[in-house]
T-cell receptor
Framework: EPEVTQTPSHQVTQMGQEVILRCVPI?????FYWYRQILGQKVEFLVS????????KSEIFDDQFSVERPDGSNFTLKIRSTKLEDSAMYFC????????????FGSGTQLSVL | AQSVTQPDIHITVSEGASLELRCNYS??????LFWYVQSPGQGLQLLLK??????LVQGIKGFEAEFKRSQSSFNLRKPSVHWSDAAEYFC????????FGAGTRLTVKP
């Protein structure tokens, strides 16, 4: 089965630093997502992206966050100035179209902000 | 607004026993419903999904779930639990902007 890949698997950064989390969605997919899961809590939707623009975002996705599809394969999440509370597992996901297709999740990037 | 409630934070069952994990949802239209499983340190794996049609859906690893519109529920079941089923289980509703429940941790006793 095709996979969504995320790198790195674990990122450690200092508070206030910028981080970029990288994802390679499945090649023929058109819809891309970021979710996060703070340790011991539920998975939370951050943002959806289609046709090179954000289609929906949650209240968590404030001005410190941005997403980009810089080329035909990568989908990145940038956090401009990390805070301690940004420490979480970040999951990328993609699906082929707008309908009922299965959402494919990557294995996640564990972000630790010190 | 769409939301999901998983009333049970932690469930312990004996290996070979039956399992039912509860999920209640709130959604404005016909919901898209999902169950995901997460093993420690792992990502999310889709167990099964419901979009329409037969209200009893079969998934991987011997799991099934039943959609009951009258109860706004989508409970996950398995007739005989295996030790390898120990994990965190998440119910979710929606499409791309899915809303997840808080999860139910399943412990399997030998």
């Amino acid at each position: 089965e095709p996979e969504v890949t995320q790198t790195p698997s674990h990122q450690v950064t200092q508070m206030g630093q910028e981080v970029i989390l990288r994802c390679v969605p499945i090649s023929n997919h058109l819809y891309f997502y970021w979710y996060r899961q703070i340790l011991g809590q539920k998975v939370e939707f951050l943002v959806s992206f289609y046709n090179n623009e954000i289609s929906e975002k949650s209240e968590i996705f404030d001005d410190q966050f941005s997403v980009e599809r810089p080329d035909g394969s990568n989908f990145t999440l940038k956090i401009r100035s990390t805070k301690l509370e940004d420490s979480a597992m970040y999951f990328c996901a993609s699906k082929p179209g707008q309908g009922n297709e299965k959402l494919f999740f990557g294995s996640g990037t564990q972000l630790s902000v010190l | 607004a769409q939301s999901v409630t998983q009333p049970d934070i932690h469930i312990t069952v004996s290996e070979g026993a039956s399992l039912e994990l509860r999920c209640n949802y709130s959604y404005g239209a016909t919901p898209y419903l999902f169950w995901y499983v997460q093993s420690p340190g792992q990502g999310l794996q889709l167990l099964l999904k419901y979009f329409s049609g037969d209200t009893l859906v079969q998934g991987i690893k011997g799991f099934e779930a039943e959609f009951k519109r009258s109860q706004s529920s989508f409970n996950l079941r398995k007739p005989s639990v295996h030790w390898s089923d120990a994990a965190e289980y998440f119910c979710a509703v929606g499409a791309g902007d899915m809303r997840f429940g808080a999860g139910t941790r399943l412990t399997v006793k030998p």
